[in-house]
């Protein structure tokens, strides 16, 4: 649908639902949380914007509406659509293009991100790493390149805004050669974590790494795209949460995985530099 199409759909339904309140636009708003002028201008015959998806979220939770109705996606009013897709399974499969994984990236546009990685972060691979990679996994490898670039073009977007979080220890591990990978050499590690350290200054402070100690926290890979929806990793499938309140909750766990970062962003370059010059001995 067109944009001005969706909001016109909205701003119809926005009325209908002031209406069936009973409210003045004042109280409606204030129950909604937003103050009454930028009501006014969600109901302006002129709107061709959407509201905060907080303020959308409010908007169905407090009358018990859809957010597909809400936008127009579905006639059905009631919740039962949302129900049923509270949870869904999302196969790895096909160029990354064409997955609903970039498809909920270019969604969350505008909104904050939130990604721990199941290993070195996607973005920030070298070719070299994620040929190895693929070799191990036997996944495709211009399938994993092309998800590299586009994340790397999706994070130079003015509007981005993401926050990734992993145990300080996996790129220590890395550094080592140990592990899944022993088999990679160590000039390829260093070029890596020189790579890393380059891509982390060029891409901050819109991409910003933070690093947890693994022996005091622990997380499952997962990525939470603003405050709708939320995707745990688990090899070839994502479970894709899209209900409101295990979303807020994986936000929470986030949120505490930050607040015990040892290495912060701003100190996240100088740290894989140093592991890159140590000449595949962690610190």
């Known amino acids: 649908m067109d944009k001005r199409d969706v909001a016109g759909t909205f701003r119809k339904r926005l009325a209908t639902l002031v209406a069936r309140s009973g ?7 204030a129950r909604i949380g937003i103050d009454r002028s930028a009501m006014s201008q969600l109901l302006a015959g002129s709107a061709t914007r959407l509201p905060r998806a907080e303020t959308l979220l409010n908007i169905a939770a407090e009358h018990k509406v859809s957010l597909d ?10 919740l039962a ?29 505008g909104t904050k991100i939130r990604y721990v990685p199941a290993g070195i972060p996607d973005l920030l691979r070298t070719e070299a790493l994620v040929d190895y990679e693929a070799g191990i996994t036997r996944r495709d490898r211009e399938t994993q390149h092309g998800e590299t670039q586009y994340r790397i073009d999706y994070n130079r977007r003015p509007e981005t805004d993401m926050e990734v979080c992993m145990p300080r220890h996996t790129l220590e591990i890395f550094a080592r050669g140990l592990g899944v990978w022993s088999g990679f050499p160590a000039d390829a590690r260093a070029d890596q974590l020189a790579h890393m350290a380059r891509l982390l200054d060029d891409l901050y402070p819109s991409f910003r790494l933070y690093l947890y100690d693994g022996r005091q926290r622990y997380s499952v890979p997962y990525t939470i795209f603003g405050q709708i929806r939320a995707a745990i990793y688990m090899g ?14 994986l936000t929470r766990h986030f949120d505490n995985l930050i607040r015990a970062a040892e290495i912060n ?15 595949g001995r962690a610190d």
Do not use: K
């Open 236 to 249: 070839d499938m994502y479970v894709v949460l899209n209900a409101i309140e295990p979303v807020r909750t």
């Open 69 to 78: 109705w809400l936008l127009g996606i579905s006639q059905d009013e009631g």
């Open 265 to 279: 962003a701003h100190e996240a370059a100088g740290f894989a530099r140093s592991l890159a010059g140590a000449d």
């Open 81 to 109: 659509s949302e129900i049923r897709q509270s949870l869904e399974i999302e196969e790895g499969e096909g160029g990354f293009d064409r997955t609903l994984l970039a498809t909920w990236h270019a969604e969350a546009a």
């Open 23 to 29: 409210e003045n636009q004042s109280a409606f708003a």
